[in-house]
């Protein structure tokens, strides 16, 4: 904390000797009782954090300052943002006391919960400690700011304290392309809030804040603690005069509004949320609560299950609702604040896994209104910024996952519907995939996927595995919609590309499925580029090995076509992923696949692992002067590995994988996982939801839906070291399911609690497993279905008890 010694001119603002402190508002972090918190790590404070809200969020870093930070909109992506617009660059704050000004510039310690988080200062100059508290309330555009203070001597303490603004409302990524254009700051006093007023001076936006208690004296660019910012912005502080008793508490509540559509609006926010901010506080409770009870799990793993508990919180954080365009999930913070197609149908997987389907339907009707008015011919979009621009149109493998993503949905709401709406888009984007974008007519999809590397844009390997499973979706949405002919015209696309999958993408010397299908002459300009990155990054091995593949394709014919294993891109494990790899395919690729992690999960491109790869626990970010995702392990790789080993029946090889990614829970910020393992990029990513609650409720539990009729398929397989685990409140349709899974000696027991008795439950293992199979108490002989023996039965509970 530094100590400032200010002009007597501005000195003057804070010494009114004759107003009395005002009263102070009752803590609202007497609220939080009993709420799970977090604290983070003092090696971190200067990293970055989010007080998250649907409508508005607040970004700054842990030990209260609020530096420049973010690189989509250089130095602008931290800050208060009420989407379409910044509305605030952040805030100081300082005490005065006797001429002196001391600035709140650095918290000792950082506490993070589900819905809010608290900045610790520690002691003053002054005699008081410091804490700040903040949340932003459910579907308002504000953030409530409490400072609290306390006084531990026998002397009551009064002190002056500033609140000092920086507004800086500005337009959103791509504000230009919808018009929107920044205009310099004004800020004034406004008698009917008690509080201040900035705006753009080319837009009807407004930035507003003040408290419910009266301040003594108001400036407009005013001190800012040696805050430095960049844009044009103003600053404004308001300051209050405080008592604090005698071995006592005080606390000042500020809050902070905005509207992009008129100063009333903005106006209306403040008083609302400064009347009601305890009992918003108590809803927001509430509902993190009820988020906390849904698809509950308890399993041995209690680091895993925490992880799988904040991850739900963070997929909250993550809801960006404009009402003028729509509400969806977004990608993550603080750079991918806006909604893009690719990550949702992985993100939206685990959020329906997690039980939360209304994420799930807001977020897809979102991307597909988008879509429709960008491309209206069933190309699902990439990229869409909080105005309705849209950056990227979409890239090839975005339109099958959404196909999928569709029956998906369908499977576990029973919403027919829902189906008969978006059927006709999934139609037109399987015509579009094969129509525009696959010249030989072989099924295989040209162009680029999920790896956006220059060049990679033939047929991909992650497009071929996705544009499959689309077109076996699209055979039962098909089926469903009672077009027959249509649904066997879609199954065999769907077999023929299993079929080349499985041939032509193999290649046998590596045991791996390929990067891509091109032609050697395509391959070996990418692999002069590779040698180029793995020479660069010092990785010998990675230049061995292209070099070994450039000599070797060096005979062949410069147009012929084939399978390429170059980079060993993460998604050459998605035809495991989805199952359409052959088993021995498979687990050889998988052992394969393993050489390419590290302690924090598995690398996005697996030339940029070394030696020092599988003991290197370090930070990511540390050294790192410009953003890059050059030698990145993510968490949606390492969950894509985890579910792709649950598929072949390796439930601890999966389980190692969790383990791998939760290394990172809270390693940099407090109850979350950044999006580069363990601490670079994005603070929090959506996507990281479906690596765990995927794996976990879908496999490990083995929970498969068929909501349409009114049918759960469950079939375990835990790991081999777990003896107890449950799952609670799990929503299928208009059903709720409860699991729990015992396991003693040689025999395990299967309860299943559920709200609609009529509901069928079809439970399996594999063939020959156990010998004793015992059905709410009585001894049974299961059906043989495949692979699996299986007992189909209904009512509130049924239990399965099975004896090896």
């Known amino acids: 904390?530094?100590?400032?010694?200010?002009?007597?001119?501005?000195?003057?603002?804070?010494?009114?000797?004759?107003?009395?402190?005002?009263?102070?508002?009752?803590?609202?972090?007497?609220?939080?009782?009993?709420?799970?918190?977090?604290?983070?790590?003092?090696?971190?404070?200067?990293?970055?954090?989010?007080?998250?809200?649907?409508?508005?969020?607040?970004?700054?870093?842990?030990?209260?300052?609020?530096?420049?930070?973010?690189?989509?909109?250089?130095?602008?992506?931290?800050?208060?943002?009420?989407?379409?617009?910044?509305?605030?660059?952040?805030?100081?704050?300082?005490?005065?006391?006797?001429?002196?000004?001391?600035?709140?510039?650095?918290?000792?310690?950082?506490?993070?919960?589900?819905?809010?988080?608290?900045?610790?200062?520690?002691?003053?100059?002054?005699?008081?400690?410091?804490?700040?508290?903040?949340?932003?309330?459910?579907?308002?555009?504000?953030?409530?700011?409490?400072?609290?203070?306390?006084?531990?001597?026998?002397?009551?303490?009064?002190?002056?304290?500033?609140?000092?603004?920086?507004?800086?409302?500005?337009?959103?990524?791509?504000?230009?392309?919808?018009?929107?254009?920044?205009?310099?700051?004004?800020?004034?006093?406004?008698?009917?809030?008690?509080?201040?007023?900035?705006?753009?001076?080319?837009?009807?936006?407004?930035?507003?804040?003040?408290?419910?208690?009266?301040?003594?004296?108001?400036?407009?660019?005013?001190?800012?603690?040696?805050?430095?910012?960049?844009?044009?912005?103003?600053?404004?502080?308001?300051?209050?005069?405080?008592?604090?008793?005698?071995?006592?508490?005080?606390?000042?509540?500020?809050?902070?509004?905005?509207?992009?559509?008129?100063?009333?609006?903005?106006?209306?926010?403040?008083?609302?949320?400064?009347?009601?901010?305890?009992?918003?506080?108590?809803?927001?409770?509430?509902?993190?609560?009820?988020?906390?009870?849904?698809?509950?799990?308890?399993?041995?793993?209690?680091?895993?299950?925490?992880?799988?508990?904040?991850?739900?919180?963070?997929?909250?954080?993550?809801?960006?609702?404009?009402?003028?365009?729509?509400?969806?999930?977004?990608?993550?913070?603080?750079?991918?604040?806006?909604?893009?197609?690719?990550?949702?149908?992985?993100?939206?997987?685990?959020?329906?896994?997690?039980?939360?389907?209304?994420?799930?339907?807001?977020t897809l009707g979102l991307l597909q209104k988008l879509s429709e008015q960008t491309n209206g011919n069933g190309r699902i979009i990439h990229e869409a910024s909080t105005n309705g621009a849209v950056f990227n149109p979409g890239n090839i493998n975005e339109t099958p996952q959404f196909a999928s993503m569709v029956w998906t949905m369908y499977q576990w709401t029973g919403d027919q519907p829902f189906l008969a709406k978006y059927y006709p888009m999934v139609k037109k984007g399987l015509a579009w995939l094969l129509e525009e974008n696959d010249a030989d007519g072989n099924f295989c999809p040209d162009g680029f996927g999920m790896m956006e590397i220059h060049g990679l844009d033939s047929e991909m390997i992650d497009v071929a595995v996705y544009t499959q499973k689309a077109f076996s979706d699209a055979a039962l949405m098909a089926a469903e919609m009672g077009e027959e002919a249509q649904a066997l015209d879609y199954q065999k696309v769907a077999d023929q590309l299993r079929e080349r999958i499985n041939t032509d993408f193999w290649v046998p010397e590596f045991k791996s499925y390929a990067d891509f299908i091109g032609t050697a002459r395509q391959a070996n300009h990418l692999i002069e580029a590779a040698i180029i990155r793995a020479d660069t990054l010092g990785k010998p091995w990675a230049v061995e090995e292209l070099k070994a593949t450039q000599a070797r394709i060096a005979s062949y014919p410069p147009d012929q076509k084939q399978g390429f294993v170059l980079y060993h891109n993460w998604v050459v494990n998605t035809p495991m992923e989805t199952g359409v790899a052959e088993p021995d395919k498979a687990l050889a690729a998988l052992k394969a696949g393993s050489r390419f992690v590290n302690p924090f999960g598995v690398f996005v491109t697996g030339i940029d692992r070394d030696d020092s790869a599988g003991s290197e626990e370090g930070s990511f970010a540390a050294g790192k002067k410009t953003f890059s995702y050059v030698g990145a392990v993510m968490t949606l790789p390492t969950g894509v590995q985890a579910i792709a080993e649950n598929n072949y029946g390796r439930p601890d090889e999966a389980l190692a994988y969790l383990q791998r990614l939760v290394r990172s829970f809270s390693f940099a910020l407090p109850g979350s996982m950044y999006e580069v393992s363990p601490d670079f990029g994005m603070m929090t990513q959506a996507w990281t939801i479906y690596s765990l609650y995927v794996p976990m409720v879908q496999q490990f539990f083995g929970i498969t839906p068929e909501a349409p009729q009114r049918k759960i398929h469950i079939h375990p397989q835990m790991p081999s070291g777990w003896e107890q685990a449950s799952l609670e409140n799990l929503s299928v349709g208009d059903n709720r399911l409860s699991m729990r899974y015992n396991r003693t000696g040689d025999a395990i027991t299967v309860t299943i609690d559920q709200s609609r008795k009529d509901w069928q439950l079809a439970l399996s293992f594999p063939k020959g497993q156990y010998r004793t199979w015992r059905l709410n108490g009585q001894r049974i002989n299961p059906e043989i279905v495949g692979p699996y023996e299986q007992v189909e039965a209904n009512g509130k509970q049924v239990e399965l008890e099975l004896v090896q």
């Open 1 to 362: 904390m530094k100590i400032h010694y200010a002009v007597a001119a501005f000195l003057s603002l804070f010494l009114l000797q004759c107003r009395q402190p005002a009263p102070m508002a009752t803590s609202l972090q007497e609220i939080m009782s009993g709420v799970p918190a977090i604290e983070g790590r003092a090696a971190y404070l200067q990293s970055p954090y989010v007080t998250a809200g649907d409508r508005l969020y607040m970004v700054g870093h842990q030990d209260g300052q609020f530096p420049d930070l973010g690189w989509h909109v250089t130095g602008e992506m931290g800050g208060i943002w009420d989407h379409p617009i910044k509305l605030m660059d952040g805030f100081t704050a300082a005490l005065v006391q006797n001429g002196q000004s001391h600035c709140l510039e650095a918290a000792e310690r950082f506490v993070n919960y589900p819905f809010a988080n608290q900045h610790f200062y520690g002691s003053t100059p002054l005699g008081v400690s410091v804490e700040r508290f903040q949340f932003v309330p459910d579907g308002q555009e504000a953030v409530v700011v409490e400072y609290t203070f306390e006084n531990d001597s026998d002397q009551e303490k009064h002190f002056s304290f500033t609140f000092n603004a920086m507004a800086d409302l500005r337009p959103v990524w791509l504000g230009e392309r919808t018009g929107m254009e920044d205009g310099g700051d004004y800020a004034y006093w406004e008698d009917s809030i008690n509080g201040m007023v900035a705006k753009d001076s080319l837009n009807d936006w407004y930035v507003v804040w003040g408290s419910t208690v009266s301040p003594d004296a108001h400036e407009i660019g005013s001190e800012s603690c040696d805050f430095e910012r960049r844009g044009k912005g103003v600053n404004a502080a308001l300051t209050y005069s405080v008592s604090v008793p005698a071995n006592g508490r005080a606390s000042l509540p500020i809050v902070v509004a905005g509207s992009y559509v008129s100063l009333k609006a903005a106006q209306e926010t403040l008083k609302k949320v400064q009347q009601n901010a305890g009992a918003m506080l108590e809803a927001k409770k509430a509902r993190y609560a009820a988020i906390a009870q849904t698809a509950r799990l308890s399993i041995p793993d209690t680091a895993l299950q925490q992880a799988l508990e904040w991850v739900k919180y963070n997929a909250d954080w993550l809801i960006r609702d404009v009402p003028e365009i729509g509400r969806g999930l977004s990608a993550g913070l603080p750079d991918y604040p806006w909604w893009f197609g690719c990550d949702n149908t992985y993100s939206l997987q685990g959020v329906l896994a997690s039980g939360r389907t209304d994420i799930a339907y807001s």
